[in-house]
C-alpha cells in the first residue's frame, strides 16, 4: 500500500492531533506514512505498550478513519491495519456537515448528525438515551432520524465497510481468475478490469441507500436477512443491532449543489439561480455521487415556468425587434420608439445619429418560457440547463453537473493564477486553455503581448506546472535549433498541482494555530478552571480569540477549495 505524500501527511497529523489527541496522532502517522501495519510493527515504530495501540485503533476503527485486513501466515490470522486519509479530511468539514443538517431536518436533526460524528456510529436508541433529558419527544427524534435516512445524509454500516478498496478488489480478482478457465495475459487481464469497474459501478449504485426500506444486502449477510423477515421497517430503524454512520458524499451533493446554484446566479441573474436550486433540491435524493453524476434528471417546464412564476424575483426579459434593429444597421430608422436594453420601450427621436441608438427590444408575453429557453442556449462558454432528451408534454430540462463541476474548478483555479502570477499570465493561460498547443510566437501574437513579456510570464507558469510543454523536432539530430516547443495546459494536473499547493498552505495554517494556541496555555488553564482572570490575562484570552478566528476562516476557505478540486 503507497504511503502517504508529505504534505497530505501533515494536514492530516495536524487533524488528528487536534481532535484525538498525540498517543492517536502517532498511530495515525505510522499507518499513513508506512501503509499497511500490524500491532507488533506498530509498537515497534510508535515505542508504546499495546495497550495504547488497541485502544487507538479502536478508536480510529470507530470513527471510521482506518480499516484492517485479516491475513493467514501459515498458522496464524494476522491482522493489518491502514489509515484513509480521505475520511481523516473529512473531519475538518463537520462544520459544514452541521449546518447542513440544521438547515434541511431542523435542530433535532443537527443533534443526531452531531453524535454521529462524535462517536462515528450509532444507533437510535443510543442518541435517544444521550439526549432524552434535554429532548424527551421520543416520536420526534424518530421522525428526524427517519427524515436523515430516507434522504441518505445516514445509512446503516455493511460488514465491508472495515475494508479498504484495494483489499476488496484483490479478492475480486482472485474469484474472477478462479471462475475464469482462459489464459491469464494482457487481453484477459484487461477484460477483467473492465467486468469488475462494471461490477464496482453496480454495487455503488444499488449500495446508494434510500432509506432502509429500499437497502442494498449483501448476499452472504444472512443474520441482516433473517432480521428483516423478522421485523417490521419500523422496528429496523430502532434496532440495536443495526448502526448507522454519515454519508459523506450526501453532504458533498448538497454543497456542491449550493455551489452550482451560485454560479448560475453570477453567471446568468437570480432567475438561473432558482431554475438550476429547483431540479437540484428536486433531484438530489436520487444522486449517488459528485464523481459518478453527469447530469441531473430531467425536469418538466411547465413545472420549471410555475416556479418562476411564484418566485420573488424580476422576470421583465425583452426580446429583439429584428425589423427595428435592421433598421438601426442599415442608417435609417422607421417607427416612433426607441428602447435601451434595461427597461420597456420609450419614444425616440427618428433621423437620431445610427452611435446613439440602441438595440431595440419589445415585452414577451411569457417571460418564464423565454428564461428557460435563454438559460438552455449554449454561448459557448457556460450553459445553466440543457434540454432533455424527450421533448413532449411541454419539454424538459436538466443541469449538466459535471460541466458545472469544471466551472467551479475553473474559477478556483483562474483566481490562484491571477493572485500568485498577474493579469497577463492569466491571459496567456486562458488563451491556452482554450487554444490547446501553441508556440511561443502564436502566443504572443494572439494575446497581443510583447515577445519579452510573453516569455516572463509563461516561463514562471511553466516552472509551477500550471503549463506544459512539449518539444517538436525538425529533424532527426534533436538539438535545440532544430526544435520548435509548444505550450498547452494539462488540466488535470493543474489542479493536482493546486490541491497539493492548498494541503500545504492549510498544513502550514494548522500548525501556526497550533502554536499560537500554545503560548497562551497559562492563560487557557486559568479559564478552564474558573479562576477570576486579571485585566492582562483578559486582554491575552481576546488576541487569542481573535487569532483563532482569523486562522479558522483562512482554513475554511482553503479546505472549500480543496473539497471543489477533489471531491467534485
Known sequence: MPSTNANLLRLCDCIIREHLGEIVEAVAHELLKRGRLNIRQLMDYTTYKERLILESLTTLLDLGLASYKEQ???????????????????RARFGLYLVIAQDKFGELGELIVKYILLYGRRTFNSIFDAVKTNYPDYDALLDSFQQLADAKYIQPTTPDDVQTFADKRLEAEKQWKEKSSSTFNIRTKDKMKKELDDEDRKVSVEKTLDGLKRKYVLDDDESFLQVKKRKTVFELYVDDAIFWRLNYDQFHINLRNQAIVSLASRKHGPPAGVVAKAILDAEESKMISCKVDIDSLPMKQYELQALLQTANIPLAVYHVDEDAKRDIEEGHVNGSSSVTGNGPPRPRTNGAPLAQQQEVYSPVPFPEQEILLRLARYDGHFQVIKPGDSMMGGGEYLVPLKEHNHFLKLEILRKYVLESFGK??????NLL????KLDEKTISKLALTSSKETRKALYPLLDRGYIQM???????????????????????????????????ALANLK???????????????????????????????????????????????LDYMMMVLNDF
Open 470 to 504: 512539449q518539444a517538436v523536432p525538425k529533424r532527426l539530430d534533436l538539438t535545440t535549433q532544430n526544435t520548435f516547443f509548444l505550450y498547452f495546459v494539462n488540466f488535470d494536473l493543474v489542479v493536482a498541482n493546486t490541491v497539493e499547493t492548498i494541503t500545504k
Open 433 to 436: 486553455l482554450t487554444e490547446n
Open 424 to 429: 497577463v499570465s492569466l491571459r496567456l493561460w
Open 72 to 90: 493467514q501466515e501459515g498458522s496464524r490470522l494476522v491482522s493489518y491495519y491502514s489509515a484513509d486519509p480521505r475520511k481523516i479530511l473529512y
Open 511 to 557: 500548525a501556526r494555530r497550533a502554536m499560537e494556541v500554545e503560548k497562551f496555555t497559562t492563560t487557557l488553564e486559568h479559564l478552564e478552571l474558573g479562576e477570576e482572570m486579571s485585566p492582562d490575562q483578559q486582554r491575552r484570552l481576546d488576541m487569542l480569540n481573535k487569532i483563532n478566528q482569523g486562522f479558522k476562516v483562512a482554513e475554511q476557505e
